[in-house]
């Protein structure tokens, strides 16, 4: 491709104008199932697919596919690869361009060793003459949305802005921006200013990535980076309203809107037990053994129990449970003895997922947030 080309437009968010919203795209949890929860509480507006591994003996994983072909939430999904072999990728390209995707997105991020020493996800960002080489290659196979999410180094920031100025060459359409490098995993501090420098060079709408927390680590996020709107993962796993959150938050922003709601959706414990109820439901798969459910189950409940009580006794008494009846009195006991108590907006501080996908040497799945 000789001539950058101008993004071409977005799917139009759920709310014109306003900053947009996505949910992360997260292995082993950003399934159909997941999707269809979070649309429930209140939908982003893009959901992205856990990553397609594409090597040369790679198809398209089934299952994921499932979160393409059969999405009723009404919003649109991109579909994430992870690889780095151009024509294993471009091949993948055509086959998922059969689904109803709403473009391609390739992952430039991803920081478990067993993939970056692969030179794919994070380990590309090492190497911004294969970022270039990758980039023209599925830029020419993609006449739609092409999407790129990446953090901001390896082991430095060296080449940001040399890989900033590939995404521009490429005439990428949306670019993803977790704000650390590679090496500092899912626990440093998020570098936003370096997000903020991604808004400023490339042409296309940038979404900020990083421990947004909240509506309103949302809105100061958005103020710091001037990016174009918001991605959220494991926040959206512990809070699935903070989509609806953030619209209400941002309407309030908005004063040119007639009728801004009077105030932000503000969740009790109660309407978390709903969840919890949900979720059990939704992700059951027949032929799922009990007990492997539960354990799947308390992966998710691990990021919940950062906000249910201070002292993380809810964190602790659910990561014991064995079957479906335990849990389901570690959820009443704790979630309904004060059902009308607020579920805290903010992780309570110190409660971590543990063991959790928050250190460098642990892969990007729920596996290693597994109780
Ligand atoms: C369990 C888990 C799985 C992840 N899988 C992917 C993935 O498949 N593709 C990707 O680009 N990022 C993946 N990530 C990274 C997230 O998309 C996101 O960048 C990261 O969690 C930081 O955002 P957060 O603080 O909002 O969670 C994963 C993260 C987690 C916690």
Redesign the pocket.
């Given at each position: 491709m000789t001539h950058p080309l101008p993004p071409k437009p977005l799917p139009e968010p759920i709310l014109p104008g306003q900053p947009l919203t996505a949910l992360?795209?997260?292995?082993?949890?950003t399934d159909l199932a997941f999707m269809r929860v979070m649309a429930h509480y209140g939908a982003p507006d893009y959901f992205f697919t856990?990553?397609f591994r594409v090597h040369a003996q790679s198809r398209p994983e089934k299952h994921i596919l499932r979160s393409i072909d059969e999405n009723k939430t009404g919003r649109p999904v991109f579909a994430?690869l992870i690889g780095e072999h151009v024509s294993d990728m471009v091949r993948t390209v055509k086959e998922l361009l059969k689904h109803p995707v709403a473009g391609i997105d390739l992952?430039m991020?991803?920081p478990a060793p067993k993939i970056y020493k692969k030179n794919v996800g994070g380990g590309l960002l090492r190497d911004p003459a294969k970022i270039d080489e990758l980039l023209g290659a599925l830029r020419d196979s993609v006449p739609g949305l092409f999407t790129v999410?990446m953090r901001i180094g390896f082991d430095s920031t060296a080449h940001y802005e040399e890989i900033l100025g590939l995404i521009n060459k490429h005439s990428v359409d949306l670019l993803s921006v977790?704000g650390r490098t590679v090496k500092e995993g899912?626990r440093s501090e998020v570098h936003y200013d370096f997000i903020g420098t991604a808004a400023r060079i490339v042409r296309c709408p940038v979404l900020a990535?990083?421990?947004?927390t909240s509506a309103d680590k949302a809105v100061a996020v958005l103020a710091e980076s001037g990016a174009a709107g918001v991605?959220?993962?494991?926040?959206a796993i512990r809070n699935p309203w903070i989509f609806r959150q953030c619209r209400e938050r941002f309407a309030l922003h908005t004063a040119s809107r007639p009728h801004p709601p009077s105030s932000v959706f503000t969740p009790t414990l109660a309407d978390v037990r709903e969840y919890v109820a949900r979720l059990y439901r939704e992700t059951q798969q027949p032929g799922v053994p009990e007990q492997a459910h539960v354990a799947k189950m308390k992966k998710y409940l691990n990021f919940v129990g950062q906000s249910v009580d201070t002292d993380g006794a809810f964190l602790h008494a659910m990561r014991r449970a064995m079957t479906e009846a335990e849990l389901i009195h570690v959820c009443d006991r704790h979630l309904m003895s004060e059902p009308n108590k607020h579920f805290s907006t903010e992780p309570h501080p110190g409660l971590i997922a543990r063991p959790n996908?928050e250190t460098p040497i642990e892969s990007?799945?729920?596996d290693s947030?597994s109780a």
């Open positions: 992360a795209p997260m292995q082993d949890v856990e990553f994430q992952n991020g991803c999410k977790h899912y990535n990083g421990n947004i991605m959220m993962g494991r926040h996908c990007c799945s729920l947030v």
